[in-house]
């Protein structure tokens, strides 16, 4: 199966995680919340096939670290997966929006500079500034809304703006996750886990715990949940394809 945002070095145990991830066979996207993390990610996962590193600052982050900014645009010479990158509104973060939006700003536009990246995003409380930063951005390949918490307006917006989704457990737990999770087109949907940092029942979500992610679509969706991860599968094969030379 797949899990599109998960922050596999933030484990207790991030070898065991991988051997398992490994063992499944789970697409996994790496994301990283700092562009040092990511370099430690790649060595951990350099014998992974199906896991992806992705380059990555923090929102949350971004207060303390906003030099490494730098360092992001750097190393996304060596990858074409960028996140965990975005904005976040909430009441700890939101005097550092202005930097927020400065480094953000400054990743995407390095996105366009080198073309075709897939950009795992984060925006709670702030989602029309990243959709305004998304849209002034330009052409940077595809950004995929992770844990998308918006209105059900800016969801058409983004969806207008070619977004992806990654639907997660925290998602799907509500009934506001659910609505916008009925509204995102099923050609644009990805699962993740979000974890170690989403807790499933009191403990820290696994990749494999997507299949819980799948049951829900399934009953969103009134499909058996085979036909759910075939849709799923197919969604990932076509993201690889978009934007890579022939
Ligand atoms: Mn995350």
């Known amino acids: 199966m797949i899990d599109f945002h998960c922050h596999l070095d933030l484990y207790p145990d991030p070898k065991e995680v991988i051997q398992e991830v490994v063992l499944r066979g789970i697409y996994t996207l790496a994301v990283t919340t700092t562009p ?43 990858t074409r997966y960028v996140g965990e990158i975005g904005m976040d509104g909430s009441l700890q973060h939101k005097s550092s929006l202005g930097d927020q939006r400065a480094v953000l700003r400054q990743i995407l536009t390095e996105c366009r500079r080198q073309g075709g990246k897939v950009i795992s995003l984060h925006s709670r409380l702030a989602t029309s500034a990243v959709l305004d930063e998304i849209e002034l951005a330009g052409e940077i390949g595809i950004p995929v809304m992770h844990w998308f918490s918006g209105l059900e307006s800016e969801l058409k917006r983004a969806v207008d703006l070619g977004c992806w989704f990654s639907i997660g457990p925290g998602m799907l737990a509500g009934k506001k996750g659910k609505t916008l ?28 715990d997507v299949d819980k992610v799948i049951a829900d679509l399934g009953m969103i969706w009134k499909t058996p949940c085979n036909d759910v991860k075939s849709l799923l599968r197919m969604n990932l094969r076509n993201l690889a394809a978009v934007g890579t030379k022939p």
Do not use: S, Y
Not at 192 to 201: A, H, I, N
């Open 36 to 78: 040092k993390a990511f370099e430690q990610n790649l060595r951990l996962a350099e014998d992974a096939k199906r896991i992806r590193v992705a380059v990555g600052l923090h929102p949350e982050l971004v207060a303390e670290r906003k030099r490494e900014a730098d360092l992001v645009c750097k190393h996304m010479e060596r």
């Open 181 to 208: 999770t009925e509204l995102v087109p099923k050609n644009r949907v990805l699962p993740e886990t979000d974890g170690p940092f989403f807790q499933l029942k009191g403990r820290p979500a696994m990749p494999w």
